[in-house]
Nanobody
Framework: QVQLVESGGGLVQAGSSLRLDCAAS????????IAWFRQAPGKEREFVGD??????????DSVQGRFTIDRDNTKDTVYTIYLQMNDLKPADTAIYYC????????????WGQGTQVTVSS
């Protein structure tokens, strides 16, 4: 099993930047892919982007060019994937979750508790 903990959320103004971290522990050697999702009040959960262990990344159209997902290699004792968010917009306001998919699994079976991001206009 893998445990995930997000950090880095907060309240920022439109146009600002924010970085969210997703720290993984447990059976991290078996992680195939880590994704970021978000859920705004009254809306369904939305896929933001993901990164495979090999480094392949994919982004939703709504964040392409503004958000970056990568591994923080400075934290070599903890498997950490970050979401760098630039040029934030009020529409980006949501609870952000990271989720992990294990090798051989067809779904995300580990989820973090979420971190709130609020962007004011």
């Amino acid at each position: 099993q893998v445990q995930l903990v997000e950090s880095g959320g907060g309240l920022v103004q439109a146009g600002s930047s924010l970085r969210l971290d997703c720290a993984a522990s447990g059976r991290t050697f078996n992680i195939y892919n880590i994704a970021w999702f978000r859920q705004a009040p009254g809306k369904e959960r939305e896929f933001v982007g993901d990164r495979s262990r090999s480094g392949f990344v994919y982004y939703a159209d709504s964040v392409q060019g503004r958000f970056t997902i990568d591994r923080d290699n400075t934290k070599d004792t903890v498997y950490t994937i970050y979401l760098q968010m630039n040029d934030l917009k009020p529409a980006d306001t949501a609870i952000y979750y990271c989720a992990a998919r294990q090798s051989g699994s067809g779904y995300y079976d580990s989820w973090g508790q979420g971190t709130q991001v609020t962007v004011s206009s």
